[in-house]
């Protein structure tokens, strides 16, 4: 049931923190992984680990930018010669610009709608286009990552005293992006293709201690501790097999409780 051997899985950002550990996490359960990046040196140094690591000889890197249609169409034709078909979509990269991570009052009008074009248009754009090729396959699962930005509204408290903070652009892009998989589920539901998201908490990465140890007060669950990759590559894997196969249209929640 859970079984994701020799299926096609084609991963955007698969480079990045989260999708390096699904392409990980896709190549040791036997799939035939495509990492879609634009960032070529970091794609093929992972797909050399992957086969390396996993003794998956099935990987393939893919440059490729999600915002520009015929990059994306150049994608999918290399991906269906080497391979034939594709099972599964992952939508995991994250597009940003140069000004993007900035508080609302210094966020431009060009920003905002820079940042949201790129991300949840990029994520809109890879969708179109892969789903052709599962509607004549007649299946496929598709996954866009949201956040639990997408459903709940940021605790700016946590941020105080750093450098971060939580864009406005990602409240609307997440919250989008969660909508989009109810829609884009019922509309390609027919042709037996599932769309879900995943919305994970914050992934531990180096950030300052003072956020982390607000961010972990409000995780529920025991050990609290911000999300490692690992965490949301178990609900990924649950989506991408047949034990899912009767779900679609659903966002599924990897934050420890921190929403709850
Ligand atoms: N890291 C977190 O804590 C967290 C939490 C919740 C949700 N998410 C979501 O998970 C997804 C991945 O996040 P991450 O932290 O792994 O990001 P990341 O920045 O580590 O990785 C993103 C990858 O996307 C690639 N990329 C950027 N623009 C691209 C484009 N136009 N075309 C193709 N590839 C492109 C980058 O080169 C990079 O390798 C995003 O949707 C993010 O919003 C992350």
Request: proline share 6%; aromatic share 12%.
């Given at each position: 049931m859970f079984n994701i051997a020799r299926k096609v899985c084609v991963i955007t950002g698969g480079a990045g923190l989260i999708g390096s550990a699904f392409c990980r996490a896709c190549a040791e359960n036997g799939a035939k992984v495509v990492i879609i990046d634009t960032n070529p040196k970091t794609g093929k140094n992972l797909a050399g680990r992957l086969v390396r690591d996993t003794k998956n000889k099935n990987i393939l890197f893919q440059q490729c930018d999600i915002t520009k249609p015929a990059s994306v169409k150049r994608a999918i034709k290399n991906i269906l010669k080497k391979f034939r078909r594709i099972d599964a979509l992952v939508n995991c990269a994250y597009p940003r610009n140069k000004n993007y991570g900035r508080k609302f009052e210094d966020v431009t009008y060009e920003d905002f709608c820079d940042n949201l074009s790129t991300h949840l248009g990029g994520y809109f754009l890879m969708t179109k286009e892969v789903s052709r090729t599962m509607k004549e396959q007649k299946g496929g699962s598709i996954v866009l990552m949201g956040s639990i930005y997408g459903i709940a509204a940021p605790k700016f408290e946590i941020y105080e005293g750093t450098h971060m903070t939580m864009p406005v652009?990602?409240?609307?892009?997440?919250?989008?992006?969660?909508?989009?998989?109810?829609?884009?589920?019922?509309?390609?539901?027919?042709?037996?293709?599932?769309?879900?998201?995943?919305?994970?908490?914050?992934?531990?990465d180096n950030q300052p201690e003072s956020f982390v140890k607000r961010y972990v007060g409000k995780v529920k669950l025991a050990p609290r501790r911000m999300a490692k990759q690992e965490d949301v590559a178990g609900a990924l894997l649950f989506l991408l097999s047949d034990a899912s196969a009767y779900i679609t249209g659903q966002n599924i929640v990897v934050d420890g409780g921190w929403t709850i």
């Open positions: 652009e990602y409240a609307a892009i997440k919250g989008g992006i969660v909508n989009l998989a109810r829609y884009l589920a019922s509309y390609l539901g027919p042709h037996g293709i599932r769309v879900n998201a995943i919305s994970p908490g914050g992934v531990f």
